[in-house]
C-alpha cells in the first residue's frame, strides 16, 4: 500500500514539473543581484514573444527606468541603454503591441512580471507593450482589507434584493410579532430570508478573490487594482529580495533611480 503511495506522489510529481518545462526558466542579472522567473504555458502570445527577445538579447544593457516604491518595477526600453543621467527615457514601442492575455489566476502578487501599455483612453483594446516588462513590488495587504473589498461590491446585491423581496412584507412580520404569533412570524421570515439567499446565490456581479490570490496578498503582497488589466505571463521564482533593493532606490521626478539600475542581461538558463 505504502508502495503504491509513493509510485502515485512521483507520479503527480513528475507531472507537474513537465507541466512547467514548455518554457525554459528565465535569469534577470542586474547589478543589484540576479532574479530567476518562469513564464506562463497559459499566456503563449506573450511567452513566446518575450522569450524570443529574450533570446535576442533585447533587454541587455537596458535599465529599470521606472521605479515605484510597494508598486512596480519596469525596464526593458530600448532608450535607457547608455542613457546620460537625469534623461527622460522609457518610450514604447508600436511596433511590438500584443492581444491581451488576462487569467483570473495569474494575478499581480509580488514577483509577477508583467508587460506595461497605454491607458485606456488611447488603448481601448489594452494591447501590451510587449518592447518593455515591469516586475511587481507591490505590498502585504491584511485579510479586511480583502474582505472589505469584496463587500463592497456583494453588499449593494444583496441590499437591493432586501429592498425588493423583505422589506414589502415588513408590515406582514409586525403584524404577526405584534400577535406574538412567533411561528408564523418565523416561517414567513424563514421563506423571505430564502427567497434572498436563493436569488444571492445566483445574482450577476458578485466578486470573490480566488483563494490562492488572497494567500499570496497577505502574505508576499501584490497590486490588487491592476489585476485583469495588464497581462502578468510569469514569475520571480528565486530573488525577491533584488525587487526590494531596486524599489527602495532613490529616485528623480519621472521615477528614474538616480543611480541606475541596469539589466545587465537576461537569458535562458
Known amino acids: 500500500m505504502i508502495r503504491n503511495i509513493l509510485i502515485f506522489i512521483l507520479i503527480v510529481v513528475a507531472w507537474q514539473t513537465k507541466a512547467q518545462t514548455n518554457y525554459p526558466a528565465i535569469v534577470i542579472e542586474t547589478n543589484y543581484g540576479t532574479m530567476k522567473a518562469i513564464l506562463y504555458d497559459d499566456t ?23 521605479v515605484v516604491k510597494d508598486f ?39 514577483g509577477a512580471l508583467a508587460a506595461p501599455r497605454k491607458g485606456d483612453n488611447e488603448n481601448p483594446q489594452k494591447k501590451s507593450d510587449a518592447s518593455q516588462l515591469y516586475i511587481v513590488q507591490g505590498k502585504v495587504y491584511t485579510q479586511g482589507r480583502l474582505d472589505t473589498m469584496e463587500m ?36 414567513l421570515l424563514d421563506s423571505l430570508l430564502g427567497v434572498v439567499d436563493s436569488l444571492y446565490a445566483i445574482a450577476p456581479g458578485k466578486f470573490f478573490l480566488p483563494e490562492g490570490l488572497k494567500e499570496a496578498y497577505t502574505t508576499l503582497g501584490g497590486i490588487d487594482r491592476l489585476d485583469g488589466k495588464y497581462t502578468v505571463f510569469g514569475e520571480i521564482t528565486e530573488g525577491l529580495e533584488v525587487i526590494d ?25
Not at 45 to 66: A, M, P
Not at 84 to 109: S, V, Y
Not at 247 to 256: I, T
Request: aromatic share 8%.
Open 245 to 269: 533593493k531596486i524599489a527602495a532606490l532613490p529616485v528623480d521626478g519621472n521615477s528614474r533611480p538616480e543611480t541606475d539600475a541596469k539589466i545587465i542581461r537576461i537569458y535562458v538558463e
Open 152 to 187: 463592497a461590491v456583494n453588499v449593494p446585491i444583496k441590499n437591493e434584493l432586501i429592498r425588493t423581496h423583505y422589506l414589502p412584507h415588513r408590515e406582514e412580520l409586525d403584524k404577526l410579532k405584534e400577535a406574538n404569533d412567533a411561528r408564523g412570524f418565523n416561517a
Open 72 to 110: 512596480v518595477i519596469q525596464g526593458g526600453a530600448q532608450d535607457s541603454r547608455n542613457a546620460p543621467a537625469g534623461a527622460q527615457i522609457g518610450g514604447g514601442r508600436t511596433d511590438m503591441e500584443l492581444m491581451p492575455e488576462f487569467r483570473k489566476n495569474r494575478f499581480h502578487k509580488k
Open 44 to 66: 503563449p502570445v506573450h511567452s513566446n514573444h518575450y522569450l524570443k527577445l529574450i533570446r535576442e538579447g533585447y533587454f541587455d544593457g537596458t535599465l529599470f527606468h521606472r
